[in-house]
Structure formats: C-alpha cells, structure tokens
C-alpha cells in the first residue's frame, strides 16, 4: 500500500499470520453501538414511526430516556470489531483500551463518523462550496475537520460525497459538489488534500472515504435509494470521473452505493468493486459497503439470503460490513465450504490493517487528554474559516436597480421563521455541532446592521402571521425575507417531486410584495430550487444555502457590502420542477430545443435552465475580449481578458469550456475544462492564462477505450456555462 514503509508492510503481514479465521472477519465487521431498553418495537421501526409521524420527537426521546447503549466490548475483546461508529473521546479510548489491551493480537479498532461539511465547526454543504470555485477554501476546511475529529478519536471521515447530480429533486443532491465531473473532481482532489495530506502529527490528518461509489446521484426520478441505469460512456465520462480523481489523490478508503446499476448492486457489483477500483485504478485501500447495505441485496432481489448476501459480496471487492454483522454471522461457514476463499479473506484484512498503520493507530491508538480539551472552545482561526467559507458560497441570482448592497443604517424589517434557528443553518449531515457556536441570520443582522427589527411571519412549515406582515410592513424601508427549506427536507431520504418553495412561502412574499417595501429573498434550501415565480417578480434573490456555524455573519456582511458576493453556482437551478433534471453539459439531440415546435422542448416550460451552471452575479460588473486559442505541443494555449468594469473591487471566477463540434459520439454542448480565480481591482484588467492538455480533450466510448479524435473544437471562456466568447479551432491528434 502506498505511504506504509516496508516495516510497516512486514508487521501487516507478521499480524495476517497470527490470526485466526475468526478473528481476520471480525477486521471486516463495523458495528454501532447498539440501542437496547424496554421497546415494544425493533429500534429501526422506532425510528421510522417517529420519521413518519407515528411518535412525535417528544414521545421517541420518553421512550429513549430508557434505553441504554451496547458497545459490543465483549466482541471487541474477541477481535470480532473492526471498526465503530463513536464519537465521544472518552468512550473511543474506553473502546480502544479493550480492543489493544485485551484482545488477542491488540489491534486497534478505527473509528468512523460521516463528517461531510465539517465536525465542530461546521463549514457550508458541499453543493454549496463547491459554488466557491476555490479549491484551496476546500483543502483548508476539509483539513480543519480531520483535526477536529481527530481531537475526538474519529480517524476516519465518511466523505467527501462525490456524485455526480443532475436532478434537483434527488434530496442528497446537497451533499455533493453538483452536476459537472470536472468542477467535481478538483473538489475531490482538494478534500483528500485536506484530509489526508498533513502527516505533521498523526493527530492532523484522517482517512477519506470516497462515496458513494458509484453512479448513486443518477437515482431514477430522483428518488432515493432507485435504480441506475446508463451507457458506459456516460458512466466514464461523467460519473466516475471524481472519484478516479479522488483514487489518483490518494483516497484510502471507498464507500460503495446502494442502488444498482444497470442492474447490479454496488455492493455486490465485481465489475465496479474489483475490475474498474482496484484493479484498473490501482486503489490500495478498502471498501466499505453504506449502512445496512449487504443485508438489502436480499431486498434487491440479488440475493438469496443473508449467506447469498455476504458470499456476493466479500467475492464482488467489499471489504468491510457497515451494520449488517452478515460476515462475522456467515463467513466463516462461507470459507468452510469453499465459497469463499481465505486469499478473498485476506486481501479484504490486509487492506484494513495497512489503513490503520498509515494512520498510525498502532502507534498512537488513545486519544490525548490536551486534544480532548483543544476544541472546548472553538479558536477563532476556525471560526473564521467558517465564515470565510460561507462568505465565498453566496450566490447573488438576481440584484434589480442595484438594491443590493444595504446601507448599514438601513431600517430592515426581518421576516421568516428560518432567520432565528441554529438548527436550520447547519445543513444535513451535520453530526458534531453545538448550538452555542451557531450564529443565526438574526445575529448576524444586529450585529451588521444598525436597525434590525424581527417579525416571523411565516416559513416552510405552518401559517402566516398577518399582524407579523402589517408590523414589518411599518416598519422596514426594505424587507429582507429568509425563505427555503427545513434541513429535514434535503438530505438522504429527502427527495421532493415539487422543488418550489414548500409551504406558504410564495403566498407569504406575494403579501410582502404588496406592501411595496423592496423585498430582499435570501435562501436557506439543500438543493436548487425552481424559482420562475420569484425570478419574475422579486427584486433581490441571494441564495445562501445551509452554510454552517457562521451562516449569520456570512450573510449579514455580503448584505451590507462588507464582502463582495463570489460564489457560482454549482448545479442549474430550473424555472419549473418538470425540466429536472436540467443540466448544462446536456448532448444535443438532432432537433434542439427552440420556440420551433417540432424540437427537443416542453410545451409548458422554458427549455433551459433558470440560472445555469457557474453563474452568479456580483456587486461589480466583468466583461472579457480577446479570447485566443492557440496550439502549443501537447496542450492548448488558451487566454482571456477580463476587466472589472464597475466599481467595486471583486474576485470573479474565469470558466473554461470546451465543445468537440463533430465526433464518433454525440458530445456534450459544452462542458468545463478548467477555470481560474482572479481578484480584480475596480477598474483593472487581467489577461488569464489556461492551459488544456490534449490527453484531456477526448472521451470514452461504450467499450471504455478512450478516443481523441481530430476534427473542429470550440473554446470557450467567460463568467458563468452560457455567456461566454468563443474560439474555434481545428486539431490533428
């Protein structure tokens, strides 16, 4: 395995030796701590009828008052655990003792946690900083999560989140970094930089966990956990393309999906786990399979039963159990009678063992009594990089007769139930937060803004309060509405089939529009949202995401102008729910959607996206000229200038894009090859530089060979996927 020394390889191997059969599945066996007490109804089904509405949070938090936790120590002390799911420093070392100090060959358990937008300080989700188009913001908030929870015992990360996500209505949608495989893959890049790369102290870095491997974010409908179905070179150029960038950075660990695909279960799909992963990639380390993953294959209709399940599995490359204890239950019988063979066993133990060693888990297994106190309270540097972070994920949508920025003496009249709750900012799959260190919209409005005055009204949940409406009616010179979703309604399991604003909320602006103040609509959603209605008729749209710890302060100072909105978006936002999924890098069809009839278009909506990928405005204004594309060896010469012709000093996000005009398949209009941050002073202007490598201008067919072909390309350069200048230029490969 890369980064382990050869003393390091010898002791995997001298460990391999000396254990039993039993003890190699147990390395291949995670477990959470199991719920116990006095339930009428299996844990899991608790947990569904609270979500369902069954029990209310009150009633499931009764009943879990009585309920103790199992820690499976006695099977830790067996060398049956591989791995937990904690998170509390003191119950790791607690844990940790047992498994090094007690159990036959002292091998540490590695403790895992889904850590997908930051630990403590928690950053903005993924959708939304990967709109930041900066891939050292990335590196550096993924680096303050490794040394957060590793303060914490947790060395290995769930995350980074790399599907690809074209339809909106798919809730996990903000987990990822959006829709395009190239903007996708410098984020994966970066994440594993920052998890990984800071081998300063083995407190300083985690291992990564790519997920979820792979094609999970073309779930058909949108809908969670559905079946996959693609061509292989859609699969290749696309889907895969982030996480082979991610193996190339280094990733230690993979996290296979849960749909199938074309057919196939992830978690028991050979093709995926063994031919293209480790074998045609080269990836070291281990696969882990999602949460109750193995034991669904029987629910898929792959599988038998749980022996079915496992013998699939372990045989397709999945090294690890997350939950199901399938292979510590039937393994062993699996190798007796010859379905699986102990070199299956081996390799999957050998992986395992050699990311503990690269953490240094043998070495250093306890958490220290100074790193559990280090994030008592959180340093300013993080809480800054919080901020710095959100700052840079805001998008500015819409800015009618320049209403944006806000004088800070501005009377703002505060509307929507969202502008007063910590738990609303923190975004799904936020895990290790405290309220104290959560800065509310509100907050950051008093403590920008000069007169602030709060008014309710309405959200995504309940009624309107007309007296909340007439009071911010008297009082505001303008109305700065918080509007979106409930965290609950993105996230995994959050599908919506309507992504327009949910409840009362269009009802609710349409009443603030009437009492002819300027509105001001600032989001707080997961996922684009199909905005036609607000576009129309609101003045000022910012979508803000859930960005984290420091989403109040964040959105205050990019409303006063103290920051300059940067942020781009991620992934297309359409004008109605019926276009999804809608996405820039579309093939064309021989007859392109146009007002023609007889095109590629609906009827009853626009046949392109509301906002397109990369856009975003600023409270400057950029113009490009002399786009030039000249051939250089290997690469393309490509330059652009932009001018900051405004007033205002501002950092703009340079894209680049590329069109293969005429191949032996149909290519995407468009799709982005590169892209540069610039700042620029009011006034100034930058001549941006952007080499293309040649090896990068081809794509893979359906047989998976890889073509680059001659013929006429368009280059594109400019702010956002649809206004950019355009060069052609015809190559011989």
Not at 49 to 55: E, L, N, V
Not at 306 to 317: F, K, L, P, R, S
Not at 334 to 356: C, F, H, P, Q, Y
Not at 702 to 715: A, K, P, S, V
Request: proline residues 4%.
């Amino acid at each position: 395995m890369k980064g382990l020394t050869e003393e390091q390889k010898k002791k995997v191997e001298d460990l391999l030796s000396q254990m039993t059969l039993e003890e190699k599945i147990g390395q291949m066996n995670q477990e959470s701590p199991s719920i116990v007490g006095g339930f009428d109804v299996p844990f899991e089904e608790l947990i569904e009828m609270m979500t369902d509405g069954r029990i209310s949070k009150e009633e499931f938090g009764q009943i879990m008052s009585n309920a103790t936790q199992d820690f499976h120590e006695e099977d830790i002390k067996k060398g049956l655990v591989g791995s937990l799911m904690v998170q509390d420093p003191v119950k790791v070392n607690e844990l940790q003792k047992i498994a090094v100090e007690e159990s036959r060959l002292g091998i540490p358990l590695i403790f895992g946690l889904d850590v997908i937008h930051g630990f403590r300080s928690v950053y903005p989700i993924a959708i939304a900083e990967a709109g930041t188009f900066d891939t050292d913001l990335m590196e550096r908030t993924a680096r303050m999560a490794a040394k957060e929870s590793r303060a914490a015992g947790v060395a290995w990360h769930f995350a980074p989140m790399l599907d690809v996500a074209r339809d909106a209505r798919w809730g996990r949608v903000s987990e990822g970094p959006g829709e395009d495989p190239c903007l996708g893959s410098q984020f994966a890049r970066a994440k594993i930089r920052g998890l990984q790369n800071d081998h300063s102290a083995t407190e300083n870095y985690v291992a990564a966990c790519l997920k979820h491997y792979v094609g999970y974010g073309a779930c058909e409908s949108g809908r969670d956990y559905n079946t996959v179905s693609m061509a292989m070179h859609v699969f290749y150029n696309n889907y895969l393309k982030p996480f082979q960038a991610a193996v190339d950075e280094g990733a230690q660990t993979v996290m296979a999906a849960f749909n199938d695909l074309n057919g196939v279960p992830c978690t028991v799909n050979r093709f995926l786990l063994r031919d293209i992963l480790k074998d045609s990639m080269g990836f070291p380390g281990f696969v882990v399979s999602d949460a109750n993953a193995i034991r669904e294959c029987v629910v898929h209709g792959i599988a038998e039963d749980h022996m079915d399940a496992g013998v699939q599995a372990v045989n397709a490359g999945m090294d690890m159990d997350m939950g199901t204890e399938i292979y510590v239950k039937n393994l062993k019988t699996a190798v007796e009678n010859g379905t699986v063979s102990m070199d299956v066993i081996d390799e999957a133990v050998r992986r395992i063992l050699s990311v503990k060693m690269w953490l240094g888990l043998f070495d250093h297994p306890y958490v220290t009594e100074e790193a559990m106190k280090r994030y008592e309270t959180l340093p300013k540097e993080h809480t800054d990089l919080a901020r710095e972070a959100a700052e840079k994920s805001i998008v500015l949508l819409k800015n009618e007769d320049g209403l944006l920025p806000l004088k800070k003496d501005t009377k703002i009249a505060l509307v929507g139930a969202l502008a007063d709750n910590r738990e609303e900012i923190i975004g799904a799959w936020a895990m290790s937060w405290q309220e104290k260190d959560c800065v509310t919209i509100l907050e950051g409005m008093k403590s920008t803004f000069e007169n602030v005055k709060y008014f309710p009204c309405g959200g995504p949940e309940g009624d309107i309060d007309m007296n909340d409406i007439l009071k911010a009616e008297d009082y505001g010179d303008v109305i700065v509405a918080v509007m979106g979703e409930l965290v609950s309604m993105s996230g995994e399991a959050s599908s919506r089939s309507n992504i327009t604003l949910p409840g009362r909320q269009k009802e609710l602006i349409e009443m603030l529009m009437h009492t002819g103040k300027p509105v001001i609509l600032v989001l707080m959603n997961g996922r684009p949202l199909a905005l036609e209605w607000e576009n129309n008729y609101v003045p000022v749209i910012v979508e803000a995401w859930h960005l984290g710890i420091q989403m109040g302060n964040a959105v205050a100072r990019v409303l006063s102008g103290d920051v300059n909105p940067e942020g781009r978006l991620s992934s297309s936002f359409p004008a109605v729910t019926g276009q999804c999924p809608v996405y820039y890098n579309h093939p064309n069809t021989g007859r392109p959607a146009s007002r023609s009839k007889f095109t590629s278009r609906y009827l009853d909506a626009p046949f392109d996206s509301l906002y397109p990928f990369g856009y975003g405005l600023s409270y400057t204004t950029y113009t490009y000229s002399d786009l030039t594309v000249k051939e250089e060896g290997d690469a393309l010469d490509i330059s652009v200038k932009v001018t900051n012709a405004g007033d205002r000093d501002g950092r703009e996000t340079v894209q680049f894009y590329m069109q293969d005009v005429a191949a032996s398949l149909v290519r995407p209009v468009k799709e982005l090859k590169g892209f540069e941050k610039v700042s620029l002073a009011a006034g100034e202007t930058k001549e941006i530089r952007f080499s293309l490598k040649k090896a990068d201008m081809g794509f893979y067919d359906n047989e998976r060979n890889y073509h680059l072909e001659d013929g006429l390309f368009r280059i594109y350069a400019g702010g956002s996927s649809r206004d950019c200048l355009m060069q052609e230029i015809r190559l011989s490969f």
